[in-house]
């Protein structure tokens, strides 16, 4: 069973635009929400987190929002750089300490 | 900037061969994990390992898996007798214990390929 769904394998997008990843998850028991960003041939890089008693979270040109009613949370990049061309993963955990239930991964192209 | 290393970055293995793979975790992390990627799916839970003990693990972690910290620095999958579906990326990662919100950090990974 998919408890973490990102539901759109592939993303383009313009340089200088705005990149929005979706990723939607149906455990209610989960508490804190992560993206990782992939390079072919490489570990998952760690990006935001955001915990569930919150709804939105930033660091420079990325934002994580959570809708916790909707149990759905998104990542925005703005200005998306072509540097940013990567496969995207949402990750969810209950609690600290415990597994990381990662999505499918969302592969953004960045183009100039 | 610490960083999580793996060793070796390439394994090829016989079926029915014992494997090692390697991990150094970032030296003041106290959790630790195997995760692994088979090519074109999405990246699985293993198995947790806090305190000198498997904490969690996943159905996928059966009897043919163990996970040893020798030392102070080191940390191992060992795969008994490798089957051909064990060939993926396998990810080691850790954590500090006050990691506000499980942020884990991987290493670089360990491509099996099991012939």
């Known amino acids: ?112 | 900037e610490p960083e999580v290393t793996q060793t070796p970055s390439h394994q090829v293995t016989q079926m029915g061969q014992e494997v090692i793979l390697r991990c150094v975790p970032i030296s003041n992390h106290l959790y630790f994990y195997w995760y692994r990627q088979i090519l074109g799916q999405k990246v699985e839970f293993l198995v947790s390992f806090y305190n000198n003990e498997i904490s969690e693990k996943s159905e996928i972690f059966d009897d043919q898996f163990s996970v040893e910290r020798p030392d102070g620095s080191n940390f191992t999958l060992k795969i008994r007798s490798t089957k051909l579906e064990d060939s993926a990326m396998y990810f080691c990662a850790s954590s500090p214990t006050s990691g506000i919100y499980n942020e884990q950090f991987f290493g670089p990974g360990t491509r099996l390929t099991v012939l």
């Open chain 1, 1 to 112: 069973d998919q408890q973490v769904k990102q539901n759109s394998p592939s993303l383009s997008v313009q340089e200088g635009r705005i990149s929005i990843l979706n990723c939607d998850y149906t455990n209610s028991m989960f508490d804190y929400f992560l993206w990782y960003k992939k390079y072919p041939a490489e570990g998952p890089t760690f990006l935001i987190s955001i915990s569930s008693i919150k709804d939105k979270n930033e660091d420079g040109r990325f934002t994580v929002f959570l809708n916790k009613s909707a149990k759905h949370l998104s990542l925005h990049i703005v200005p998306s750089q072509p540097g940013d061309s990567a496969v995207y993963f949402c990750a969810a955990s209950s609690q600290a300490g415990t597994a990381l239930i990662f999505g499918k991964g969302t592969t953004l192209s960045v183009s100039s």
